[in-house]
């Protein structure tokens, strides 16, 4: 074989490798249509098919003023065009009167939807009402949400439909399918007999993302009022959840989370008249949540059945806040708050649970109860129980705070239980431990217990079933009461040894040490705050707790003479409020860009209007964080949202406090955040010993990490190591070129899909996070065939030339799937690099390699082979080194090299 030494100088780009580009297009039309009798449009069929029949929305947005009062009798076709946020789409109630309404009769089949957003985004329906036509059942879905459908705004609107249809539902958005529905808001519905008022449906695998149901009314729906399983970032705030009348079937108000999920549930009303099933006001499945400040109440149970306010089912939860009050009627258990056992960490503060009240006779199981704790810690501190009452000769069948497993923390709890004797085996116990393996710690409680026993029955204040005193630690502090004495009124029932005592038992477990026995100065028949002017033994005897600093009303307790129970005894403040987030994280800022923002939300806990001005507000530490608001005017409980701000110049951690004070409560809220520096042009990144500059956001299971295992340029590229299922990116700080902006990068990849890898273009002060979905501009692109490295091209819209952008590479990885990047560019109008110089074939024993010199701005090189010497060159194979091996056999073959950008 002879060497050929072919120059071949080429600076065209065609070639075989895969590559792909996303494209923006506009087209021009009028921005205001009338929608309505005698309007541009009369019908929303033929707004929705004009939509629909766009090359894209154009940049100015379309908005349709749909005639107040008009109805229209119509199915409408989904809607398929997608928007965007400078051109976004809006139907909207135009003049007085009532809602414009649409009429839709549906078909035989079962996912019929009035309105239908498949797949598209920016999209807002204000004032339109939707329901079935007539008498009809055929009409499932009030609005249809799914296919990736986001940030879509549904508000204002009435939606009626019809129950007798089993499949009913007011909204229903799924992520299971396609693509993963996020960031829609629903805000100010009116959703009426419904089987379900709105089902938000996701899986771990396909989470809904940052959605916001609020300030809806929820009313005669028969199996759930708000369903939504599977989500990250959910808000259910301020919503009025009411069940149908005489329902049959089990109803939950509120159910929602997941494996991986977060929530925030707060300030929703829940009620319900004439339960006949089993009844759940929220419903924790699974996953991280904060619930506070909801109201459940109003419940009229008809039926032997059980009734729970608040259930956690699994995972880390903090509910706080709640008031659960008027459970009555039959029912065979009335749980105020459940903490399943196999809950992880769990917070229960501040709760009211009050009048439960049970007059059908039940002999087996059942019981009225205001907390039941488990899981692997719970923490149960400032929350008042009162006035339960329950016709059973269970025992006891009538508790204050029943344990189920784990470590039970008891702080600063006030019980007062006032049942009356409807059996003889009436008992009722304020703390009760049915089995062993639970470890109660028991410190600074009221357990008054005032009820009265019945001939076979006890009055108890701490119940253990198993003898003996393992499992109660640390038990300290505790004031205790029973209106009676005798065999049958005991401070401590601990297996059938019954301890009529203080002393008694004190003597006998080494526990209580710190503790009293008398009479606690309750301010009033129905309130469990402690009366200001009358003392008693509560006041100045707890031990102060450092994980406890403020009492059931949000004031700060002594720091030295604490009172016992969930009130410290001083005058109520009006202002009395609480910062709803322990620290703030800002996460990365690109240095010199815009601030990245935060809100920190304030309650207010009492009954009068809060006003935070400007010298409430103190920062201390680091340059770059800023308050945003000037005022925060909080209406009596109710929540206002403080909004922070952080940039800066440099690169590193920046740290700093937040100090606020206001009517004597003071916080301090850390504040943290990392400048990062952009990446100046040109932008190349081969990853052959560290990230050089990207930073990972990674999940347990799947991790971006440095391989050497194979690459396409160099000996190391960077590999996505999977073994779940999830979404994990890699992001940096890039100025973008003037003109042309692209991102190049090789690839290869494994059982990964188009839509499982692609660049988003984001603001530089959002930051990324494992599990969702970032906010901005997704480009995807055609990922080649698998098992070979391909040659990957994003062009970038112009609107981002010559700026700072974050670019973030997304991989929903599979425990199944693999990815390798290398060879990463970021570069503006093409360029036309040299030939290679010093272009030669070197023999290697039996084999060959082609070598040539390296240049600077050259992206990758392409060697083409052929038989003759100036015609006939085909594509052998793209490097991004400086070299490729060849083979070496009988056949003539001559090679060329061509330098891409």
Not at 515 to 544: M, Q, R, T, W
Not at 830 to 851: H, N, R, V
Request: aromatic share 8%.
């Amino acid at each position: 074989m002879r060497r050929a030494l072919i120059l071949g100088i080429c600076f065209c780009l065609a070639w075989t490798f895969a590559f792909a580009q996303a494209k923006v297009e506009t087209v021009r039309s009028p921005q205001v249509y009338t929608l309505g009798p005698e309007g541009d449009y009369e019908s929303f069929t033929q707004a929705i098919e004009f939509l629909n029949g766009l090359i894209s929305i154009p940049q100015s947005g379309i908005t349709f003023l749909v005639s107040a009062g008009a109805t229209f009798y119509e199915n409408p076709p989904a809607i398929m065009r997608s928007a965007t946020e400078t051109a976004a789409v809006v139907f909207q109630k135009d003049g007085e009167g009532e809602n414009p309404k649409i009429l839709a009769a549906g078909t035989t089949g079962r996912n019929d939807s009035v309105i239908r957003l498949e797949g598209v985004e920016y999209y807002t329906f204000d004032g339109i009402d939707v329901a079935n036509s007539g008498n009809t059942t055929a009409m499932e879905y009030g609005f249809h949400l799914l296919n990736g459908a986001a940030y879509n705004t549904i508000k204002n609107c009435k939606i009626t439909l019809n129950k007798a249809n089993i499949y009913t539902r007011g909204v229903y958005s799924s992520s299971i399918g396609t693509g993963i529905n996020h960031h829609n808001l629903y805000q100010n519905l009116e959703i009426s007999n419904a089987r379900y008022g709105m089902h938000i449906l996701g899986s771990t695998a396909a989470p809904h993302i940052h959605e916001t149901i609020e300030n809806c009314r929820i009313t005669n729906v028969s199996n759930y009022g708000i369903l939504a399983p599977g989500g990250s970032h959910l808000v259910i705030r301020n919503n009025q959840i009411v069940a149908a009348e005489r329902n049959l079937t089990l109803f939950e108000a509120i159910r929602y989370g997941g494996t991986e999920s977060s929530a925030i549930v707060e300030a929703n009303s829940i009620e319900a008249s004439m339960i006949r099933n089993h009844f759940h006001g929220i419903y924790h499945i699974d996953g991280s949540a904060i619930i506070q400040h909801n109201n459940i109440g109003n419940l009229s149970i008809t039926n032997n059945v059980p009734v729970k306010g608040i259930y956690i089912e699994k995972g880390d939860v903090t509910v706080r806040h709640n008031v659960l009050d008027g459970f009555s009627g039959k029912g065979t258990s009335l749980i105020g708050i459940e903490v399943n056992s196999n809950a992880g960490n769990t917070e229960v503060l501040g709760n009211q649970i009050a009048n439960f009240e049970c007059l059908q006779s039940h002999n087996s199981n059942t019981y009225a109860v205001g907390l039941i704790l488990g899981g692997a810690n719970c923490l149960a501190a400032n929350n008042m129980i009162h006035d339960l009452n329950f016709f059973g000769n269970v025992q006891p069948s009538c508790i204050g705070i029943r344990t189920a497993s784990g470590n039970i923390k008891l702080y600063y709890n006030s019980i007062r239980l006032q049942a009356d004797a409807f059996q003889a085996g009436s008992s009722t116990a304020c703390v009760y431990i049915p089995t062993d393996g639970v470890n109660v710690e028991l410190v600074n409680n009221i357990l008054a217990n005032y009820s009265t026993a019945g001939a076979g029955g006890k009055t108890v204040n701490i119940w253990k079933e198993s003898p003996g005193f393992t499992g109660l630690s640390s038990c300290s502090n505790n004031l205790f009461w029973l209106n009676g004495t005798g065999s049958r009124y005991l401070v401590a029932q601990i297996g059938s040894v019954g301890y009529q005592t203080l002393a008694e038992y004190q003597a006998a477990s080494n526990l209580e040490q710190d503790s009293h026995f008398a009479e606690p100065a309750f301010a009033g028949d129905s309130s469990l705050h402690l009366d200001l002017v009358i003392d008693c033994l509560a006041k100045g005897n707890a031990l102060p707790l450092a994980m406890v600093e403020v009492d059931f009303d949000g004031q700060l307790r002594d720091a030295v003479t604490p009172d016992i129970g969930a009130d410290e005894a001083l005058e109520i403040q009006e202002g009395a409020w609480e910062v709803l987030a322990a620290e703030l994280d800002f996460g990365y800022v690109c240095s010199g860009a815009g601030p990245a923002l935060r809100s920190l939300g304030i309650a207010n806990l009492g009954m009068s209007t809060l006003v935070f001005d400007a010298t409430c507000f103190t920062l201390v530490g680091s340059a770059g964080f800023e308050l945003l608001t000037d005022e925060l005017v909080i209406p009596p409980l109710s929540r206002a949202d403080l909004q922070l701000g952080f940039s800066g110049v440099g690169a590193g951690e920046r740290a700093a406090n937040l100090i606020i004070s206001n009517a004597g409560i003071v916080r301090n809220i850390p504040l943290s955040g990392i400048l990062n520096t952009a990446l100046e042009m040109p932008v190349k990144a081969n990853w052959e010993a560290d990230f050089e500059g990207w930073i990972p956001a990674d999940q347990d299971h799947n991790k971006w990490q440095i391989s050497n295992e194979e690459s396409f340029k160099g000996e190391a590229a960077l590999l996505a190591s999977t073994s779940g299922s999830g979404l994990i990116h890699l992001f940096a700080d890039v100025v973008l070129p003037p003109d042309s902006p692209r991102v190049i990068l090789n690839l290869l990849h494994q059982n990964v899909g188009y839509q499982d890898f692609c660049l988003w273009l984001v603001e530089p002060n959002f930051t990324p996070q494992a599990g969702y979905v970032p906010t901005g501009t997704q480009l995807t692109a055609d990922l080649g065939v698998a098992d070979s490295w391909n040659r990957i091209e994003y062009s970038i819209p112009a609107s981002y030339a010559a700026q700072t952008v974050r670019l973030v590479l997304s991989f929903n990885a599979l425990p199944t799937s693999k990815i390798r990047l290398d060879n990463l560019r970021v570069l503006g109008t093409p360029q036309q690099p040299a030939s290679p110089l010093d272009f030669q074939i070197i023999k290697q024993g039996q084999a060959a390699k082609l070598t040539w010199q390296q240049q600077t701005d050259a992206n990758e090189y392409l060697v083409e082979a052929s038989e003759l010497t100036t015609e006939g060159f085909m594509p052998l194979q793209a490097t991004g080194n400086a070299e490729l091996p060849v083979p070496l056999d009988a056949e003539k073959r001559f090679y060329r090299v061509r330098a891409f950008e």
